[in-house]
């Protein structure tokens, strides 16, 4: 028979064996059931993790198609640069600068005491890379890439039918402006 001492401390080592084993599976449930968006990559090798921390940065501008709500985001270097004038002032953006468009499908809100459409799901991240050495063949050093998301199962997929040239031939029509639709809008 245990004495008393033997069963606190084989109940001790039972409780410490039930937590690590309990952590463990929450673990691993969290890591089937989370993903990882930051592991996608494009068909041309342009790597969603190029865009970290997106969903934190500055507005540039927002715009609507049909029942799609656009709103463009980009990163502090080109934040910066847009600030400084570019591309108003004819300079081109710099190396590294990042924008991303993020796409929802809309719906009227049901809230409002006025018209208004409002965000009804996350569709789409559209990314524009500017990195010369990596995309010297596209316009401007732009590398593209869309990474579609499903409400459904809430993943990311990397859009199989993006190319890094994908964006070459609509944004040709704004090649003075560093082949960037949206300005800086003021605030």
Same mark, same amino acid.
């Given at each position: ?14 409780? !410490? ?13 969290? #890591? *089937?059931?989370?993903? =990882?968006?930051? +592991? ?59 924008? !991303? ?13 006025? #018209? *208004?459409?409002?965000? =009804?799901?996350? +569709? ?64």
């Amino acid at each position: 028979m245990m004495g008393a001492r033997s069963a606190v401390k084989h109940l001790n080592g039972f409780t !410490v064996a039930t937590t690590v084993v309990a952590a463990l599976a929450l673990f691993v449930v969290a #890591a *089937v059931y989370a993903q =990882d968006k930051y +592991t996608l990559v494009s068909p041309d090798g342009i790597a969603f993790s190029d865009f970290t921390g997106y969903e934190d940065w500055a507005d540039v501008s927002s715009a609507r198609q049909d029942d799609i709500l656009k709103v463009i985001v980009a990163n502090p270097k080109m934040i910066t640069a847009f600030k400084a004038g570019v591309p108003v002032n004819g300079q081109p953006f710099p190396e590294g600068s990042l924008i !991303v468009k993020l796409q929802w499908k809309v719906k009227k809100s049901t809230e409002a005491q006025f #018209a *208004v459409d409002v965000p =009804d799901y996350f +569709t789409q991240a559209f990314v524009m890379e500017k990195d010369s050495r990596r995309f010297p063949k596209s316009n401007g050093g732009w590398g593209y890439a869309v990474f579609n998301y499903d409400a459904a199962t809430k993943k990311f997929t990397a859009d199989p039918t993006s190319h890094s040239d994908c964006g070459n031939t609509c944004h040709t029509v704004v090649k003075q402006k560093d082949y960037i639709f949206h300005p800086y809008e003021t605030r």
